[in-house]
């Protein structure tokens, strides 16, 4: 255990006040809109941290923890409203890359469960209605994303990687009911 006398404290005080800084020291308040933004990507990647603890399998597992990496370049995005953080620190930035590799993860678990017919019920296993909800908090935070009216490629990256996420995390769901058996219940 660290000797508590040299470590600094975990608490800064410096949002006592109800603000807070974005990466260029900018204070805002917590409730600004830039804050709720990257607020509800926290939030995703917490319940995706939730649904790897639930046993999603190796490679949804694999995934997923690509994803909240990918998270925290989202969320440094939004923190970020002159754009400097991404030239200091590259595993803050998106690309196209990262798209193409969600675009070829929904493929490769797409193709697991049967062809859609009609809407279906989220639930299922522990790990599979857990990406459901984490799929609805992606789609929350993709409306704040798109609210704050960001004009950059930075912005437009980020609103495309998340429309991508949301649709990931329902065909992982879905691939990850049917591993275990576990049929859908249709609308």
């Known amino acids: 255990m660290a000797d508590p006398t040299t470590r600094r404290p975990l608490y800064t005080k410096t949002g006592d006040q109800g ?7 900018t204070r805002v ?12 990507v926290d939030e995703l990647n917490a ?20 994803i909240q990496q990918d998270l925290f ?3 440094s995005t939004l923190a970020d409203p002159r754009h ?12 196209d890359a990262d798209i193409a590799r969600l675009e070829g993860w929904i493929d490769e678990v ?6 859609l017919r009609r809407f279906i ?6 790990a599979g209605a857990l990406l459901h909800l984490a799929r609805t908090v992606c789609r929350r935070a993709e409306r704040r994303i798109v609210g704050l009216g960001l004009e950059s490629d930075d912005a437009r990256l980020v609103v495309v990687y998340v429309n991508r996420l949301s649709d990931l995390l329902f065909a992982m769901a ?14």
Not at 29 to 40: F, Q
Not at 110 to 115: G, I, L, Y
Not at 174 to 187: F, L, M, Q, S, T
């Open 19 to 25: 603000d807070t800084a974005l990466f260029d020291g």
């Open 29 to 40: 308040l917590k409730s600004d809109a830039r804050v709720d933004a990257y607020g509800e």
């Open 47 to 66: 319940w995706l941290g939730l649904a790897r603890a639930h046993d999603p399998g190796p490679r949804v597992d694999e995934m997923l923890g690509q």
């Open 73 to 75: 370049a989202v969320g």
């Open 84 to 95: 400097r953080i991404a030239a200091r620190v590259t595993k803050a930035a998106l690309d």
């Open 110 to 115: 797409d193709v697991e469960a049967p062809p």
């Open 121 to 126: 019920l989220a639930g299922g296993t522990p």
């Open 174 to 187: 879905r691939a990850v009911n049917h591993r275990r058996g576990v049929p859908e219940i249709e609308w």
